[in-house]
């Protein structure tokens, strides 16, 4: 493999700009090929959290059970673009398959050693970019309940959950008081996770990885990759201008647009963009020792970055260039207002596409019938959290060292 010198990575987005840094530090002549649009993916708008705790899958019998009352109709945060149907429908029935509880267990098992440790894994990379300590904050993060009764729930729920190498314990009376600074009402209960992290802000890595892939020599490309083409033993990449960049072997990770460049190549992605939405205020008066908050039962994410205050929340599955939904930014502005959080009354409002597989586990792999075409996308809501391991195994990959025997389950040729 380490004949196969020239690599292209298609996707700037944090799995992407990840891999691209360890090809280019581990002596690959590397092109990062990215769009361009920093705010499309969701890279950028994310939470920040690095969540190692989230090992239970998205599939489950739970999780249907649940799904109607979570609905956007009646107050919660999951919803469906009717208009999108066509695309959600057949991803839907594949969620459901993946729902059955052998399914469930062999998703959790992968998510185990998805997630171990993702905090060091980007400490690791953080060293390789040599970025500042501060851009890697293993701080843990507190989620909080507004009533008794559902904190009463929502500490069985987690007690009987797995959350891998991420330990948790219920907030002391004097934990909780440190959000009467910034709410209006004190939570009425909560659990303080370690083991878990927080990024200084999403797009402060991304830039901090770029500049470690050009100071080491890597070329970044701004344009949008249209095909992938294997030419004999190496691999094309044609761009919409009509450019085609040479490569020995391409790492596709595109996040949600990763299934068009996929299809003609044989690879059946099952992928669909599960949007999230979020706002940021840069007047706020969040201290900087108040972790990272989720507040389970209103969905919402609230983190401190360097940049402002940002909220964040919504599942919505539909076409990942679709127009947003403002009504999603005043549900999100509305909690904020009811919590008694301060925030501006014009935030920086965004909205992407999580790259969702149908059993949220993501793609990581190299294609069968095309050898020179790697891969690395569907990472759902733990795209920054795996960014870091997602590019290690590419590596090693890159490197012609066995990949760890877990990941054969990450195979896009699992759905056919």
């Not at 059970?65 to 594949?94: I, N, Y």
């Not at 904050?137 to 190498?165: E, I, K, M, Q």
């Not at 919402?300 to 990942?320: K, Q, T």
């Not at 025997?405 to 056919?416: N, Q, Y």
Request: some cysteine.
């Amino acid at each position: 493999m380490m004949t196969a010198r020239r690599w292209a990575v298609v996707g700037g987005g944090l799995v992407g700009a990840a891999t691209a840094l360890r090809l280019q530090a581990a002596g690959f002549e590397t092109t990062l090929i990215d769009r361009g649009d920093s705010r499309r993916g969701a890279s950028f708008g994310n939470i920040g959290h690095i969540a190692a705790e989230q090992c239970e899958p998205m599939p489950s019998p739970a999780t249907l059970k649940g799904a109607v009352g979570r609905l956007f109709a009646f107050g919660g945060p999951l919803d469906f673009r009717a208009r999108d149907a066509s695309l959600w429908g057949p991803w839907a029935l594949r969620f459901l398959a993946a729902s059955r509880p052998a399914a469930v267990a062999h998703g959790a098992e992968v998510l185990a050693h998805l997630l171990d440790d993702p905090v060091g894994a980007w400490m690791r990379l953080a060293a390789l970019a040599q970025a500042p300590e501060s851009l890697i904050r293993a701080t843990g993060h507190s989620v909080v309940w507004s009533t008794p009764d559902a904190a009463r729930r929502g500490l069985a729920g987690w007690s009987a959950a797995r959350t891998g190498g991420a330990r948790f314990r219920v907030m002391e009376a004097e934990e909780l008081a440190a959000y009467d600074a910034v709410l209006r009402q004190r939570p009425a209960g909560g659990i303080r996770f370690t083991g878990t992290g927080q990024v200084s802000e999403p797009q402060a890595v991304r830039d901090a990885l770029l500049a470690a892939f050009a100071a080491k020599g890597g070329q970044t490309v701004h344009a949008d990759a249209a095909a992938i083409r294997h030419v004999a033993n190496a691999a094309e990449v044609a761009l919409s201008d009509g450019t085609v960049i040479d490569a020995d072997r391409v790492v596709v990770a595109a996040g949600a647009w990763s299934e068009r460049l996929m299809r003609p190549l044989g690879a059946r992605a099952a992928l669909i963009g599960e949007r999230g939405y979020s706002v940021q205020s840069a007047q706020h008066d969040w201290p900087d020792d108040l972790p990272l908050t989720v507040f389970e039962d209103r969905a919402l994410a609230v983190a401190r970055f360097d940049g402002g205050l940002r909220a964040s929340s919504h599942v919505e599955f539909g076409a990942p260039s679709a127009r947003p939904d403002p009504r999603k930014w005043r549900s999100i502005e509305a909690h904020l207002r009811d919590l008694g959080v301060a925030f501006s009354a014009q935030p920086d409002r965004w909205c992407g596409p999580r790259p969702t597989l149908p059993d949220y586990l993501p793609a990581i792999g190299r294609l069968n019938a095309h050898p020179q075409v790697h891969y690395a996308f569907g990472h759902q809501h733990l795209g920054l959290t795996t960014a870091a391991r997602t590019a290690e195994i590419i590596e090693q990959m890159a490197l012609g060292r066995p990949a760890p025997a877990w990941t054969e389950a990450l195979k896009i040729e699992r759905f056919g």
